[in-house]
Structures are given as C-alpha cells and as structure tokens.
C-alpha cells in the first residue's frame, strides 16, 4: 500500500481546491463509512472499472478513509491538451497541473526514466522523495515534471481534437491533410494505438484557417523558401503573403503553411508500371473454389461462380505481364472456405521463397495466413474483403478494398470542399447504428453554424412533406433558384427508397444535390430516373467506364478465352493481380509507390493502425442524367 499512498496524497492535495475543479481531469474522493464500491460508482455516476483502472491496489474493496483518484466530470479534456508538450508520455500516463504521474513498469530503470522523460535524477527524486528511501520499485507511481515546452509546430496552427468511434488514425491524417508519421509527432502517445475519446492535436488550418483555392503542405527538413518557391511555381513573396507568420518565425521543418491550390503539384504522383529485365516472382493463390464437392454446379453456387471468374480475371493478367516479359511461377491452393483447410496448407507448405499471397478471400481466413507467415517476408493481399484489418499484426498485410469509415471519411472531405453555402439538410435513421453514428456526428462538427436541419424517420418512414418543409426553392427577392444540400445517412433499404423516390418527384424549380456516404449495395434497384434527378452522389471502391477502350479490350479477350462476359469479379481478379505483381518489382514502400488506376480500381495505399497497407483509393461518382460520372 505504501508504494502508492504518496501518490493519493498528490491528488488529494491537488483535488483540494474546488476554483480550479474545471481545469483538472482527477480529483480525489475519500470513502465514508458504509460505502463499498458500487455505491461509489453510483454516486459518481461512473462505472467500477473506471475506479478500479485509477485505483489498482484496491482490488474491488474500499475501506472508510481510503482516498480514490476518479475523473473529474468537468473537466474539459480540450483545455488540457494544448498546454502541456505531451511528446514524453507513455501508454497510462496522467497529466495533471504540469506534472505525469508514471507507474513503473518492469525492466525501468532511475536511468531509462530520466532519458525518456527529459527529467534530471535531481528533479526526479526531489519530487519523489520516497527514492531516497526505497530506490526505485515495480508499481510506484512517479511525479514527474513536464519538460520545457518545445514545439516543433506553431501553435497558432494546432487545435485539439476529440476521437470519434471508428476513427483510426490514417482516416484523421487523410482528414487533415497530415501523414501519419506528422500526426504521431504532435501525438507521441497514439504510436502505440488510439482509442476512442483521446485528445489529440491536429492542424487547424486544415478545417478553419485555410481557405478555399489552398492546400496545405507540410515543411519537409532541408526545404527553403527558395526551394518552395522552384517546387510550387510561386515566388517568396507570395509563399510570405500566404503565411505572414514566416516574417517572425521564419521556415521550420514540421510548419503547416499554405500553398494557393493552383500551383500545387498533385498529392499523389502516379505509380510508374515497369518491368525490369530478368524479374521474376513466386505467387499463391489462396481461393475457396471447393474442388473436393461431387459436382460443381455453376448456376445454383454463387461462390463459387465469383470464385472462377476473380482466378479467370487474374489469368489474364498474368498472361499479359509474362507477355511483358515477367517469369512467374504460380500455385494454386484451394481453401475451400475453411480455416481448417488454410491451416493444412500452411502447415504442409513451405512460403519461405514466395513473393506474394493473393487471397484468401474471407477475413478470418486472412487473419489465419497473415498471422502464421507473420514473420516472413512474403506480401499477403486481401483481395475483397472491406471490413477493417487493422486489428491484424502483420505489417505485410495488404488490403485492396477501402473500408466503409475511409468511404465516409472520403465524401465528407469532397462535400466540405466544395460547399457554396448551399441549404443544408440531413436525413438520418431513428437509431442509427455506430458507424452512421460517427458520420452524423463528423457532418454536425463539420457543418456546425450553418442551419443545418435534421429530420428523423417516424414509425419507419420519412415522409415527402417533411422534405418538402426543409428545403429552399425559388427567392422571391433575388428571383434566383436556391440550392439544397441533402445528405442521407442510412443502411436502411427502404428509407433510402423512399428519400430518392421523394426527392425524385419534386418540382423542377427545387434544385436538390443527394449525397450518401457509404456504398449502397442496393444501389441497382434503386430507380435511375430519381438518382438522375436527385443528382445523386455516393463514394465507390469501383468505376467502370464501359465506353472505354481498354474495357472493350478486356471484355473481348475475356469473352474468346472464356466465352462468356466478364463480371465484376473477373475485373477485380484482373485489377488486383496485375497492379500487385507490378508493385512487387518496386522495393520501395507499398504507401510510397504513388497512385494506379486499372479496369475498375483506383489503388492509392497508406499505413494503418498496425503498420499494414490499406488501400485509399476511391470515387466519388454522381448520377449526370442517366449516366454515372467520375467527379473526382
């Protein structure tokens, strides 16, 4: 118990004070006779794992006069955070009144823990005075004092910000317009993970202070103002105009400063396709084609239909990267869509000199292949699964469709750059789910100031009046038509329905733009004429332009090798396999490779949360007539 009571203390004296309660996140709570723990947590409105995660040495019991660390419910997390330089701390660390109090670990030393923390022995144990007596011992908990703030940023271009629920850290980088290297700089704490109610600092000038017609472009080390000025076409002295900033502080390396949009050169470049001489490359194919059933019948099994046409899209492209003057030696391994069978291939199977995996198709099975081959350097793609992988460790691990929250994440930045102050409506479901939830709540924060009105379903349904009341049509003053904006938040099929239907029918004079931000996988039974005039957006990880020559082509050398169309599958077979054989020739970093665009796939990768590969490539397509077009 000694070994943490200095730390009780610490809190009680700073709890003390009740002027300062809002500016604290803990503060102290001395337990009274007859109170055990649940009546403590009910009384604080807070649960018993939120007390016994500050108060470990308590072991579920409380005693009269104990003294409890508990979160204070009015501190205001977003205070916090910008006045401390917070580069030093480590995993359950807790800052209070510009001091970390540290739980030792196993394996600190005294000597590990003043390198880390920037901390003198002196100042260590002068604040500790419990080391001149016990030295050092696994569970203490330290007071630290934060180091000299130091910023390699200007603060003028920080804000703090709240995590949202499924935000990961490479959809709040792509957010603003930051690498996930930048953001773990500024948020030294996220390297190890990110959690949902974290406060992190991120750019302001992403969201506020940048405005339309610039992008903002990180200072790299080495660069000038000369060497910007050569880069981006435009002279120091707009480059000083742009950022008047520079006048004090002069060009650091880590600075966000303004580039006008024009003389930018594009965020990504795009990936070269080429073949050295001699190349070669071993691939597996991991596929659930179910060989060992009696009979294959290709009309009633979906599967395995999808199946064949994915591996018959990927013959073609290999037949045409050998024609390039690719080797490769391929095998062929049926899954049979069981985690038992994957088992048998990798136990019976040696990957030591294999390149690249391609498949499996499902995500457990994924998790399988990328976990036993984790430590060997052979690529493992995951070819058409969208739900998230990053809760998988192998940094070799690449995932070729985007998730549904980078979907989200995508449509939201294209709608927040190209807003004109148009009326704002947003349709949601009664109960949305938590990824819905998280978008709503991103529109609301984005768009927040703006009039924005929300309309909610009724017993299931949302009626065509309700929409009708929302929206603006003809200003009798300026004698002008006024535009709407409507984003329509749900996985509900028959809302969704009844919102395009509606928006469908409305007068000529209602000028109405339809924005979605996930997928639809119902999309085709949607009718075409209500997308058309509803103008309806919505983001996609597949655009095929059939009016395209190199559509034409694969379609007629699909159909004379196969004698039959292809299908979605068959592009994606061929999308997937061909752009990640090229790649595998390139040895640089998958995320550093640059941009591709094939028959139906736009592949665009950055690091995940656990340093494997996810594809960012996607479109935003809309409704033109009876056409679908590709607006961005």
């Given at each position: 118990m000694y070994k943490r009571t200095h730390f009780f203390f610490l809190f009680l004296f700073t709890g003390m004070i009740f002027s300062f309660a809002q500016q604290k996140k803990y503060s102290t709570y001395r337990v009274e006779a007859g109170k055990d723990l649940q009546k403590i947590a009910e009384e604080l409105n807070i649960s018993k794992a939120e007390i016994l995660k500050l108060n470990p040495e308590i072991q579920g019991e409380v005693k009269e006069g104990n003294i409890l660390v508990v979160p204070n419910k009015n501190f205001d997390k977003k205070n916090d955070i910008i006045n401390y330089n917070i580069a030093v701390l480590k995993g359950r660390d807790i800052v209070v009144d510009g001091f970390i109090y540290h739980e030792v670990t196993p394996k600190e030393t005294l000597y590990s823990i003043t390198r880390n923390y920037k901390v003198s022995s002196s100042s260590l144990k002068n604040n500790n005075p419990f080391l001149f007596e016990k030295g050092l011992e696994i569970g203490q908990t330290l007071k630290i004092p934060l180091?000299?703030?130091?910023?390699?940023?200007?603060?003028?271009?920080?804000?703090?910000?709240?995590?949202?629920?499924?935000?990961?850290?490479?959809?709040?980088?792509?957010?603003?317009?930051?690498?996930?290297?930048?953001?773990?700089?500024?948020?030294?704490?996220?390297?190890?993970?990110?959690?949902?109610?974290?406060?992190?600092?991120?750019?302001?000038?992403?969201?506020?202070?940048?405005?339309?017609?610039?992008?903002?472009?990180?200072?790299?080390?080495?660069?000038?103002?000369?060497?910007?000025?050569?880069?981006?076409?435009?002279?120091?002295?707009?480059?000083?105009?742009?950022?008047?900033?520079?006048?004090?502080?002069?060009?650091?390396?880590?600075m966000l400063i303004k580039i006008p949009e024009k003389r930018m050169i594009k965020d990504r470049f795009m990936f070269y396709d080429e073949i050295p001489e001699r190349s070669r490359l071993k691939v597996a194919f991991m596929l659930p084609f179910k060989a060992n059933i009696d009979t294959l019948d290709f009309r009633k099994n979906r599967l395995l239909n999808a199946v064949s046409d994915f591996y018959f899209g990927a013959s073609i492209a290999i037949d045409s990267l050998k024609a390039q003057g690719l080797s490769l030696d391929i095998n062929v391994y049926d899954t049979q869509k069981s985690k038992f069978v994957v088992k048998k291939i990798l136990e019976r199977n040696n990957f030591d000199n294999t390149n690249l995996v391609i498949g499996p198709m499902f995500l457990d099975n994924v998790k399988e292949v990328a976990t036993d081959l984790n430590y060997k350097p052979v690529k493992i793609?995951?070819?058409?699964?969208?739900?998230?992988?990053?809760?998988?460790?192998?940094?070799?691990?690449?995932?070729?469709?985007?998730?549904?929250?980078?979907?989200?994440?995508?449509?939201?930045?294209?709608?927040?750059?190209?807003?004109?102050?148009?009326?704002?409506?947003?349709?949601?479901?009664?109960?949305?789910?938590?990824?819905?939830a998280s978008i709503i709540a991103r529109i609301k924060e984005k768009f927040s100031g703006k009039g924005m009105k929300i309309i909610k379903?009724?017993?299931?349904?949302?009626?065509?009046?309700?929409?009708?009341?929302?929206?603006?049509?003809?200003?009798?003053?300026?004698?002008?038509?006024?535009?709407?904006?409507?984003?329509?938040?749900?996985?509900?099929?028959?809302?969704?329905?009844?919102?395009?239907?509606?928006?469908?029918?409305?007068?000529?004079?209602?000028?109405?733009?339809?924005?979605?931000?996930?997928?639809?996988?119902?999309?085709?039974?949607?009718?075409?004429?209500?997308?058309?005039?509803?103008?309806?957006?919505?983001?996609?990880?597949?655009?095929?332009?059939?009016?395209?020559?190199?559509?034409?082509?694969?379609?007629?050398?699909?159909?004379?090798?196969?004698?039959?169309?292809?299908?979605?599958?068959?592009?994606?077979?061929?999308?997937?396999?061909?752009?990640?054989?090229?790649?595998?020739?390139?040895?640089?970093?998958?995320?550093?490779?640059?941009?591709?665009?094939?028959?139906?796939?736009?592949?665009?990768?950055?690091?995940?949360?656990?340093?494997?590969?996810?594809?960012?490539?996607?479109?935003?397509?809309?409704?033109?007539?009876?056409?679908?077009?590709?607006v961005n």
């Open positions: 180091p000299e703030k130091i910023n390699k940023v200007d603060d003028r271009m920080l804000k703090p910000y709240v995590v949202h629920p499924k935000e990961t850290k490479y959809s709040i980088s792509r957010d603003f317009g930051i690498s996930i290297d930048s953001l773990e700089q500024l948020n030294p704490s996220i390297r190890n993970g990110l959690q949902i109610d974290d406060v992190i600092l991120v750019p302001a000038a992403i969201t506020s202070n940048v405005k339309e017609g610039f992008e903002v472009h990180e200072v790299k080390k080495g660069e000038t103002l000369y060497s910007l000025s050569k880069d981006f076409g435009i002279t120091q002295e707009e480059l000083i105009a742009e950022n008047p900033e520079l006048q004090t502080t002069g060009l650091k390396e880590g793609v995951s070819p058409i699964s969208e739900k998230d992988h990053s809760y998988i460790k192998n940094k070799n691990l690449i995932q070729e469709i985007p998730t549904a929250e980078q979907m989200s994440a995508e449509m939201l930045r294209h709608v927040e750059k190209h807003y004109k102050g148009d009326n704002l409506v947003l349709l949601t479901d009664e109960k949305p789910d938590a990824v819905s379903p009724h017993k299931g349904y949302i009626s065509g009046e309700k929409i009708r009341m929302a929206l603006d049509t003809l200003s009798s003053e300026q004698d002008t038509i006024t535009k709407n904006w409507v984003f329509l938040v749900s996985n509900d099929e028959v809302i969704t329905k009844d919102v395009i239907h509606n928006i469908g029918v409305l007068p000529e004079n209602t000028k109405v733009t339809l924005f979605t931000f996930n997928e639809l996988k119902f999309i085709d039974k949607l009718d075409n004429n209500n997308l058309a005039r509803s103008k309806f957006h919505f983001p996609s990880s597949v655009y095929i332009n059939y009016n395209s020559d190199r559509i034409k082509q694969f379609a007629a050398q699909y159909k004379r090798k196969f004698s039959a169309y292809p299908s979605k599958y068959a592009f994606k077979g061929f999308d997937v396999t061909y752009d990640s054989l090229l790649r595998m020739l390139n040895q640089a970093d998958l995320t550093e490779q640059g941009m591709s665009e094939r028959l139906e796939t736009r592949f665009d990768f950055i690091e995940n949360t656990t340093g494997n590969a996810v594809n960012q490539g996607i479109f935003i397509l809309m409704y033109d007539g009876l056409n679908i077009k590709k």
